[in-house]
């Protein structure tokens, strides 16, 4: 009922608009019906969510709207971590990491800000880069010898052949990465803005995905070097949230931002030979861990910003 009431008033004020302005002017009528419409730019003090950016009530200069343009000048401290990891098919069929290794990444960096004025849905293009240098190793672990009637073990000393010293066996296999990756991609998420005209409060949502990326890998083991490079469609994915706070009084805001990104596959240039897990071979009759060789890493990042920015 509330409905068919809102729906028999909306029509009954079109009636009397129109049949107040039958007998006037083309220009009275239009200016009428300008004064009529409402004005949904939110102006007030009180807090809202704001659909619509938010009217300004002082007039700028032409050099004002040039620095409004550009949103504003922030500076953002940032803890970043990334973990690689190669992986293998195991007999049962599923996948049994053979090698792992993380990195951290810290500091902080000078840009411009630029915060959501309104609510609503947002779609836009990206170009990503990623410069990623990390070690990933195999695991340590010592092969339990096997007890054999009339046998004994013999100590032996293991060196490097080129240098003479001694090493030890059990050492993991130790590769140095350089990852690089410039992709075009598409992110879509949310804005939810609300505030009043002393303070703005938002809260951001997106995810999005690398379309093409064209990768450089190289990988490095002592003075061994190999270099590959190459396209991959639809090679990585992220996910991202933000919140903040705006003063636009007092030209100050405040924001944190994480955000997570993953590359499922990054191919080496050739596989690269890890030890893996410790078997038994009957044949042999020993424990000892198989070679096992792969052709790429899971690549995980993690990012988390805190930011102050001076509002133009």
């Excluded at 630029?114 to 849905?121: E, I, M, N, Q, Y």
């Excluded at 469609?233 to 933000?242: C, D, N, Q, T």
Aim: glycine share 10%; proline share 6%; charged share 25%.
């Amino acid at each position: 009922m509330r409905g068919l009431f809102r729906l028999f008033a909306f029509f009954l004020v079109c009636f009397l608009a129109f049949s107040d302005l039958s007998d006037a002017t083309p220009a009275e009528r239009a200016e009428a019906e300008t004064e009529a419409k409402p004005d949904i730019t939110p102006t007030g003090q009180g807090f809202q969510v704001l659909w619509t950016p938010r009217k300004e009530t002082a007039p700028r200069s032409l050099w004002g709207k040039y620095l409004g343009a550009l949103g504003g000048l922030k500076v953002t401290v940032f803890q970043g971590w990334a973990q690689v990891s190669s992986s293998v098919r195991s007999e049962e069929g599923g996948t049994r990491d053979v090698a792992s290794g993380d990195a951290r990444t810290d500091g902080y960096r000078v840009s411009l800000f630029s915060a959501p004025r309104s609510s609503g849905f947002f779609i836009y293009p990206t170009a990503d880069f990623l410069a990623q240098t990390i070690e990933i190793a195999d695991f340590r672990e010592a092969v339990p010898p096997i007890d054999l009637p009339s046998a004994e073990e013999i100590p032996a000393i293991v060196t490097d052949p080129e240098t003479g010293e001694t090493v030890d066996i059990t050492d993991p296999n130790t590769y140095r990465l350089y990852l690089r990756s410039l992709g075009i991609g598409q992110r879509a998420g949310f804005d939810f803005v609300a505030g009043s005209s002393w303070i703005e409060m938002y809260a951001t949502v997106e995810a999005g995905a690398n379309l093409v990326e064209a990768r450089h890998a190289i990988v490095r083991l002592g003075d061994r070097v190999e270099r590959g490079a190459g396209l991959k469609a639809l090679g990585s994915f992220v996910g991202a949230g933000r919140v903040g706070f705006t003063f636009p009084k007092a030209h100050f805001a405040l924001s944190a931002t994480g955000e997570l990104k993953t590359y499922p596959q990054f191919d080496y240039p050739n596989p690269v030979e890890f030890r893996g897990a410790i078997a038994y071979d009957p044949q042999k009759e020993i424990n000892e861990r198989p070679r096992e060789f792969v052709r790429g890493a899971a690549l995980d990042t993690a990012e988390v910003t805190v930011s102050v920015s001076y509002v133009f």
